[in-house]
């Protein structure tokens, strides 16, 4: 089993920045990649970015140029830097880890056997 937990999320205006963090713990020598999804009020969850344990990174069209996914293999932590935030960036920010990983057209992406809890992203205007 993996355990997830994120942090970092807040209430930030527009233009402001946030980083969020999930630490992972548990038997994570089975995990090949990373990666960040977010949930609006009413709308379907939506895959963010993702990094792999070789560090390639992927990031969804939205947030390519404002979004940086990195890790830290030492502390087990991936973090999403969120830069130039706009209040469509609002939504509770889900951490998960996969096993597999593979291509879907130019993005890369990962199976999500695991999920955090989330943490409240809100970015006023």
């Known amino acids: 089993q993996v355990q997830l937990v994120e942090s970092g999320g807040g209430l930030v205006q527009a233009g402001g920045s946030l980083r969020l963090s999930c630490a992972a713990s548990?038997?994570?020598?089975?995990?090949?990649?990373m990666g960040w999804y977010r949930q609006a009020p009413g709308k379907q969850r939506e895959w963010v970015a993702t990094?792999?344990?070789?560090?390639?990174?992927s990031y969804v069209d939205s947030v390519k140029g404002r979004f940086t996914i990195s890790r830290d293999n030492a502390k087990s932590t991936v973090y999403l830097q969120m830069n130039s935030l706009k209040p469509e960036d609002t939504a509770v920010y889900y951490c998960?880890?996969?096993?597999?990983?593979?291509?879907?057209?130019?993005?890369?992406?990962?199976?999500?056997?695991?999920w955090g809890r989330g943490t409240q992203v809100t970015v006023s205007s």
């Open positions: 998960t880890a996969g096993r597999r990983v593979y291509q879907e057209a130019s993005y890369i992406r990962s199976s999500n056997d695991y």
């Open positions: 548990g038997i994570i020598s089975s995990i090949n990649a």
């Open positions: 990094i792999t344990s070789g560090g390639s990174r």
